[in-house]
């Protein structure tokens, strides 16, 4: 037969409307769905959101939302740029989580130049990547290839604009957070990632899986508010008994009618 992934001529097409009628049958518990919120919240060290979410959905929380304070003082001054006050503080929590994980402590120091180079100071940048990034590179190749890839940063009046410009971003600052929370996490024995983003995973994986086994599957092409990649929208309850399918402008949300 054809290889995965390759169309053929006889290759089913999709029915939306089959796949419509589908999804609202299917009946997803609430419940669960609110676990999954509330867990991401919790992993995450949302310790406000996650209380607020659980008084309105009716949850008890697994762990003592006050031990999220630290997780959550942390993620703040990472995000807004205070690297150096979250080293300190984790520091304080326990020193031990950045002495056994030379990664993370190379990944903060890092965090710690971009912010040095984001505020315009070069020769503090190139002192505080000699001292302090420079013996670990000497140590590993991966770490020297990322301090290399920082101090690029440098050659470029506008650093935003650079091929690594994306070091810049405020999402590189919340990846450099996350990092530290999972370790954490893993040194309190706790689980280190939320559920929900390994649900979004099999959920694209599955549409891979689809679209190459049938034609014309609407795949969820924004995960923000599934819209989906169908030319027609969902076929509602009162044209499920039309002869032809409408073809206005692509609407929505799965499973919305």
Excluded: C
């Excluded at 796949?19 to 049958?25: G, I, N, P």
């Excluded at 009716?58 to 031990?67: H, Q, T, V």
């Excluded at 549409?207 to 014309?216: F, I, N």
């Amino acid at each position: 037969g054809a290889p995965l992934g390759a169309m053929s001529d006889d290759q089913p097409s999709f029915d939306l409307r089959t796949w419509s009628a589908r999804l609202r049958d299917t009946q997803v518990d609430k419940g669960v769905m609110d676990r999954l919120v509330l867990d991401y919240l919790m992993i995450e060290g949302h310790k406000d959101a996650a209380a607020a979410f659980a008084r309105e959905a009716g949850l008890e929380p697994e762990i003592d939302l006050e031990s999220l304070s630290d997780r959550m003082s942390l993620r703040e001054k990472i995000q807004n740029g205070d690297v150096r006050g979250a080293v300190e503080r984790v520091n304080t929590i326990d020193p031990t989580i950045l002495e056994q994980n030379k990664a993370l402590a190379f990944r903060l120091r890092q965090q710690e130049l971009i912010e040095i180079i984001r505020a315009g100071r070069v020769d503090e940048a190139l002192a505080y990547a000699q001292e302090q990034l420079a013996p670990a590179g000497g140590e590993d190749p991966a770490f020297l290839e990322e301090l290399e890839r920082t101090m690029a940063l440098l050659a470029f009046e506008d650093g935003h604009a650079s091929p690594v410009g994306h070091l810049l971003d405020s999402s590189q600052r919340q990846k450099t957070a996350s990092e530290l929370n999972s370790a954490i996490l893993a040194k309190q024995s706790r689980q280190t990632e939320p559920k929900l983003p390994t649900v979004l995973r099999m959920l694209l994986w599955t549409q891979d899986a689809l679209s190459e086994r049938a034609r014309g599957f609407p795949r969820i092409s924004n995960l923000t508010d599934f819209e989906l990649e169908s030319g027609s929208p969902l076929p509602s309850d009162e044209e499920e008994g039309e002869e032809e399918p409408p073809s206005p402008r692509p609407r929505g949300r799965l499973g919305s009618a």
